[in-house]
Nanobody, 122 residues
Framework: VQLQASGGGLVQAGGSLRLSCAAS????????MGWFRQAPGKEREFVAAIKWNRITTYYASSVQDRFIISRDSAKNSVHLQMNSLKPEDTAVYYCATSGADVATTPGGVNAWGKGTLVTVSS
């Protein structure tokens, strides 16, 4: 599976950004998809995930009620709508897929996209 993420940028605190990730190849249609992020000097952490059925979603507590993950099966893409952004959301965001189980740790991911930088200024 190949993943191509886009949509990062610079935004002021309280603002919004929408990340997108297009998947192609392999078993992309049946894969669970999600987002992780890595801030400078910190480990990569789970942000959100959505099952292949486009119904079941998972969120880290730090983004619950602010971020919304969605999936477009026709375009085989996943989106992350990020609202009420905070400076602590600043990180490189990575799109990811997983197989049998939804990945909420980096170890469960079977394919990574190149990251896209999100910077939230205070």
């Amino acid at each position: 599976v190949q993943l191509q993420a886009s949509g990062g940028g610079l935004v002021q605190a309280g603002g919004s950004l929408r990340l997108s990730c297009a998947a192609s190849g392999g078993t992309a249609m049946q894969a669970h998809m999600g987002w992780f992020r890595q801030a400078p000097g910190k480990e990569r952490e789970f942000v959100a995930a959505i099952k292949w059925n486009r119904i079941t979603t998972y969120y880290a507590s730090s983004v619950q009620d602010r971020f919304i993950i969605s999936r477009d099966s026709a375009k085989n893409s996943v989106h992350l709508q990020m609202n009420s952004l905070k400076p602590e959301d600043t990180a490189v965001y990575y799109c990811a897929t997983s197989g049998a189980d939804v990945a909420t740790t980096p170890g469960g991911v079977n394919a990574w996209g190149k990251g896209t930088l999100v910077t939230v200024s205070s």
